[in-house]
């Protein structure tokens, strides 16, 4: 009896507890499930470049920047809130990245961005609201702050800064023109100089204007000069044409060099079979350049890597797609193209997501290594 009445009574117990699990199951509510960071409708606007470490800041559209660190060994792309203050400018070049903000009326402050920490980099500066500004830094490491205001829509004022100790020392003033994105650029053989246009301003010299003159080129086709150090010099139209000097703007030579041909003979028509642009990051003593290849109706656009050398003699360094492929998507075309400091290239275009997870779609070109695709999972930082 004993026996029968225990089985009896692990029975019934079972019994129990099944029906509580299934009760249990039946009231369960899914967990939330977090959406993707980011994906392939986001659009992202790079504002700064650190060319050295190949560190590279977005900021998007509904608010938040996005800091992709692509030269560490670990490369990592983390989402931080956007800063409420405006922005002005935030450097490009050869250093760690920082950004001029708002700090009151009629003032300006300098600060690192470094994993969503801001720091305060020298005393703040004075602008007025219809000021802009353009970051970098010179060839010995000096960052440099140049504060610009449009007048005439040509002529561009511009007062110059680089930091000495804590402070931001004026470098001269002058009215530049020709001036291209992102505007500023350590001078090539000068150490503690930087170019804005036709603008030069030096620690240790008077702010000057270096070229001697410009192509003849209308209005309509005016660009951005570049000194590629020396007395050379490069100038780079609206429409994407190349002008060369060898004497400091003295006289200028059209660039005849396509990827496809080397001479006047040329059956292609530029903004129509093809465009051309410069990348973003490093230039000088050489001058890289983009293609985009459209020529073919028939075939998917291509992009070219090209460079000129202190000659002027060109090289096609590589010809790769103008879009990277997506795991069941469309191909993602590139939107953002750099060259670093040791004459490596990367290529972006954008996000991707694959389940709940984001993925920045990135890839580098190198002569050594060739194209090596290296998307970089997106994290949200953590408040």
Same mark, same amino acid.
């Not at 600060?111 to 720091?119: D, I, K, L, P």
């Given at each position: ?188 053989? *000068?150490?503690?100089? =930087?170019? #804005? ?7 240790? /010299? @008077?702010?000057? +204007?270096? !070229? ?87 075939? *998917?656009?291509?992009? =070219?890597? #090209? ?7 060109? /090289? @096609?360094?590589? +010809?790769? !797609? ?62």
């Amino acid at each position: 009896m004993a026996g029968r009445l225990g089985r009896g009574t692990g029975w019934l117990v079972a019994l129990h507890l099944a029906i509580a699990a299934i009760a249990s199951s039946a009231f369960a509510r899914p967990a939330a499930v977090a959406p993707p960071i980011c994906d392939a409708s986001t659009s992202f606007t790079l504002i700064a470049l650190d060319s050295r470490e190949r560190s590279l800041l977005f900021a998007l559209p509904g608010g938040g920047w996005m800091e992709l660190r692509a030269g560490a060994t670990s490369p990592s792309a983390t989402l931080y809130p956007a800063d409420s203050r405006v922005l002005r400018g935030a450097s490009s070049g050869s250093g760690p990245v920082f950004v001029v903000v708002e700090c009151g009326r009629d003032c300006l402050e300098v600060e690192t961005f470094s994993s969503g920490r801001f720091e305060t980099l020298g005393e703040p500066l004075v602008a007025s609201a219809r000021t802009s500004a353009l970051a970098a830094y010179d060839h010995e490491g000096t960052p440099w702050v140049l504060l610009q205001q449009s007048n005439d829509g040509s002529a561009i004022d511009t007062r110059a800064f680089h930091l000495a100790g804590k402070d931001w020392k004026p470098a001269g003033t002058r009215r530049v023109t020709d001036v291209g994105h992102p505007g500023v650029h350590a001078a090539p053989g *000068a150490g503690d100089a =930087v170019t #804005s246009g036709t603008g030069l301003f030096s620690a240790s /010299a @008077e702010a000057t +204007t270096w !070229p001697k003159g410009l192509p003849e080129i209308s209005a309509a086709r005016r660009g951005e000069i570049v000194s590629l150090g020396e007395d050379r010099a490069a100038y780079i139209a609206a429409d994407g044409a190349v002008y060369r000097s060898s004497d400091r703007g003295a006289t200028w030579r059209r660039v005849l060099w396509t990827p496809w041909s080397s001479d006047w003979v040329q059956i292609w028509t530029r903004s129509v079979d093809y465009d051309s642009e410069l990348p973003g990051g490093a230039l000088g003593p050489s001058l890289p350049m983009l293609w985009f290849d459209h020529r073919d109706p028939k075939a *998917a656009p291509a992009l =070219v890597l #090209s460079e000129m050398d202190t000659t002027g003699t060109w /090289a @096609e360094l590589a +010809t790769l !797609p103008a879009a990277l492929a997506v795991e069941g998507g469309a191909p993602a075309e590139i939107s953002e193209m750099v060259r670093f400091d040791d004459g490596s290239w990367g290529l972006f275009a954008g996000c991707s997501t694959r389940g709940s997870e984001s993925r920045l779609l990135w890839e580098t070109w190198s002569a050594k290594a060739g194209a090596k695709r290296a998307d970089v999972a997106v994290t949200r930082a953590v408040p």
